[in-house]
């Protein structure tokens, strides 16, 4: 349920990066405020209960690649070989990163056998 939240964080952060880039009146500007509130708002509780490092790496990592996927379907930004490479990589990197990590719970018990 919290790895749930940490996607629905991401995609609120993908609105108010997009926010941030294209707001320009009042109702565009308090969306984005309001999508900051809710994505660090889930983003928080998600990390109270999982690996703090990893949920970040995987909020930044949905964020990052959701971006930069809105800005190539909305709004006609180029991306070149170079682009797909980097965002591969970093869903490489955010992937392997969520593999080797457990739950906190599942490292507290490991740590008392």
């Known amino acids: 349920m919290m790895w749930f939240l940490v996607v629905i964080a991401a995609i ?15 109702t565009t500007w308090s969306l984005t405020i309001v999508a900051i509130i ?3 708002s889930l983003l928080i509780k998600s990390a109270s209960v999982l690996p703090t490092s990893t ?13 930069v ?16 490479f980097f965002v591969g990589l970093l869903l490489t990197g955010v992937l392997g990163l969520k593999m080797v990590t457990g739950d906190k719970k599942d490292q507290k018990e490991v740590g008392t056998q």
């Open 12 to 26: 609120f952060e993908i609105g108010w990066a997009t926010g941030l880039k294209y707001a320009n009146d009042v």
């Open 38 to 40: 809710v994505s660090f």
């Open 55 to 67: 949920v970040y790496a995987v909020f930044v990592g949905l964020g990052t690649v959701g971006t």
């Open 69 to 84: 996927a809105v800005d190539l379907l909305f709004f006609g930004v180029d991306l070149n070989l170079l682009g797909i």
